[in-house]
T-cell receptor, first 111, second 114 residues
Framework: KNEVEQSPQNLTAQEGEFITINCSYS?????LHWLQQHPGGGIVSLFM?????KKHGRLIATINIQEKHSSLHITASHPRDSAVYIC?????????????WGAGTKLIIKP | EPEVTQTPSHQVTQMGQEVILRCVPI?????FYWYRQILGQKVEFLVS????????KSEIFDDQFSVERPDGSNFTLKIRSTKLEDSAMYFC????????????FGDGTRLSIL
């Protein structure tokens, strides 16, 4: 069983739509990360959060520790938002240095 | 804004050869990481490095792999006797102060083993 599950796997939407990507995890965590991977392969950290909600521009990330669930929202989506969005967690306990990665959600925004 | 830089961007090597992938982390960062992504698969943790020693490694990081911080700026991943299945994108990352900080990633090195 994967420790970090994302849904959906693929998402295609029209420009301007409100986007939600979900992440569920089964391990205890100290932090959760949302990252963006561009078609060329580069990875950019978007958010790191351990509680509540964070906002940066059109991106919003929320986490519910009790439910072990996080969401990434994109408002007023734009074709340049097209990328793979990955959820990753810092586990606690023995594996507390490594990031445990989800499989990613491939987002395509059509003009 | 400071960046993590990786060289080369693409490395093609014959099976059985040794490769060294290089990374220059952000200068005031203390924690360093290597990750691997096989084409079409998710990113996998290889190793973390702090205070000049490995702090954690995954099952993937066997005796074939080694890491080094030879000169206080570079952070290298060496793969001895490469195998076809080592073909992947390798990402270096660094973070400041402690492990629960955002990690900053390089653009990756695409390693192709022939």
């Amino acid at each position: 069983k994967n420790e970090v599950e994302q849904s959906p796997q693929n998402l295609t939407a029209q420009e301007g739509e409100f986007i939600t990507i979900n992440c569920s995890y089964s391990v205890g965590i100290s932090a959760l990360h949302w990252l963006q991977q561009h078609p060329g392969g580069g990875i950019v950290s978007l958010f790191m959060l351990s509680s509540g909600k964070k906002k940066h521009g059109r991106l919003i990330a929320t986490i519910n520790i009790q439910e072990k669930h996080s969401s990434l929202h994109i408002t007023a989506s734009h074709p340049r938002d097209s990328a793979v969005y990955i959820c990753a967690v810092n586990g606690i306990g023995a594996s507390n240095y490594q990031l445990i990665w989800g499989a990613g959600t491939k987002l395509i925004i059509k003009p | 804004e400071p960046e993590v830089t990786q060289t080369p961007s693409h490395q093609v090597t014959q099976m059985g050869q040794e490769v060294i992938l290089r990374c220059v982390p952000i200068s005031n960062h203390l924690y360093f990481y290597w990750y691997r992504q096989i084409l079409g698969q998710k990113v996998e943790f290889l190793v973390s490095f702090y205070n000049n020693e490995i702090s954690e490694k995954s099952e993937i990081f066997d005796d074939q792999f080694s890491v080094e911080r030879p000169d206080g700026s570079n952070f290298t991943l060496k793969i001895r006797s490469t195998k076809l299945e080592d073909s992947a994108m390798y990402f270096c990352a660094s973070s400041s102060r402690d492990r629960n900080q955002p990690q900053h990633f390089g653009d990756g090195t695409r390693l192709s083993i022939l």
